[in-house]
């Protein structure tokens, strides 16, 4: 059996794996790093998954010097978001007039692996990483066993193991991470799937707002969204909550199309008539603590193998990309990577540092996918208030964005803005007139005085329920252990 050795391995060449492996070539050190990057598949992938990096996901690329990787790939500056409700636009711009950029996703991974090919002490390799090896000892990460690609090998052939040894193993092998379990075997944490996206790509789609993403709020089923991933390409993703419907095609078509803004309906028939459905899980993972007692000595997780957020804000490879530019930082006062109470210190850091961003972000993500996708009725209050609270303009818009976007950083930030949110939602409630519908025509009328006994009961359940979404969130990122 053949070995190499290198002083870090990284596994999966995604968004996450590349990124590192290219940042970590650029640290200053008496003897440059060797560093291993191995992918199981070096071809452009075809996925429905990160298409939008948010202006916080463009600036963090920028720091680590891999800006130029959003050039040459017909990418669409994204200017902000348009929030669609009963048919009505909300106006989301990007504050000071930042941009964001939309692509095929698999176009951008292959920059990113380019550049890291390029990037010197770099080998990137072809193989599938079976297991990780340990010391039968002490039980610490010594490096990966993996099976390189075979060119014309007939499926099931017997194919030979290579191992891979380094003082640090960084495993970065995505949302169906196969080594996850042991890593942080005694973390305790688990993803918990929320929805399912499916996805069409609609060819010359016009959307409300052009050079924006789009969320169609839908009464029924999760928000639609829709942003340009190329010239002629429109990104449609439905969301779909488990259990998932037997014919999915024909709930898109009855039920979800006819809410979309009409200029989306014809090609989204088109789309449906001739392409493949895709789908994926949207999994929520909550960030554990690495390097301590409860997980693995020598390796660490990174990307969506150890966080991951809804992706209705489009928020993961943003988080993806300061998480490498914070470790980075980190790393450079490291001077011996074998060295595990360093790099153990440098986990425990990186793990608070980041909150800033990434809690931000990954409250956010899952507060707002259970207001826009409201499945009860105090959830649709908050969700109805939650739109009329962007129609508001001024800050109420530039906050919010601010942070999804990944440009402004505060938990207290988002927590001010959501019981906002929750508060107008109940002043809507008593003050704006809602829809009565008398024989299915719109009758809208404020509520009455006798009325109000009864909102009292249900503004009380409005802010429980905001509550129950808001704060066990909070929790899963401040639990220390
Ligand atoms: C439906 C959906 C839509 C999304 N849309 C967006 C969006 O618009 N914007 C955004 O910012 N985020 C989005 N995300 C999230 C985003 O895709 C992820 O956060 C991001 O891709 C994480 O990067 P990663 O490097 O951790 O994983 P990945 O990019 O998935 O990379 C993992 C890599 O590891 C490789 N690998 C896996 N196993 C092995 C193995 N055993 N051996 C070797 N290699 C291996 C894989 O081939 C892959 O190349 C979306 C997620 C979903 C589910």
Known sequence: MSTATYDVLVVGAGVAGSALAHALSTLRRPKPLRICLIERSLAEPDRIVGELLQPGGVAALQHLGMGACLDGIDAIPVHGYCVVLNGKPVHIPYP???????????RFIQALRAKAKKASGVDVVEATVSELIECPKTGRVLGVRAARKQ??????????????????TVVADGCFSNFRSTVLAGAGVKPETKSHFVGVVLEDARLPMSQHGTVVLVEGHGPVLLYQIAQHDTRMLVDLKVPLPSDIKEVILS?????????????????????????????FLPPAEQGGQHTKEGVFLLGDSWNMRHPLTGGGM????????MLKELLTHVDDLSDWRQVSRVLHRWHWSRKRFASTINILSVALYDLFGADDECLGVLRTGCFKYFE???????????????LEQSTVLLARHFFAVAFYAIWVMFTHPRDLR?????????????EYPLLLLKCIQVFWTACVVFLPLVWTEIRWW
Do not use: W
């Open 96 to 106: 000071d007039a930042k941009e964001g950029r939309s692509f095929h996703h698999g």
């Open 318 to 325: 943003t988080v993806a990309l300061n998480d490498v530019v």
């Open 438 to 450: 008398v024989a299915e025509k719109p009758v809208y009328a404020r509520p009455r005085l006798d």
């Open 151 to 168: 060119d014309g090998a007939s499926e099931g052939s017997a194919v030979e193991k290579e191992s891979f040894f380094a003082d640090l």
């Open 255 to 283: 039920e979800i199309a006819p809410q979309l803004p009409s200029s989306l309906q014809e090609p989204v028939r088109t789309a449906l008539a001739k392409d493949r459905l895709r789908r994926m899980p949207n999994s």
């Open 392 to 406: 508001l303009g001024g800050d109420c818009v530039r906050g919010p964005v601010s942070m999804l976007s990944g």
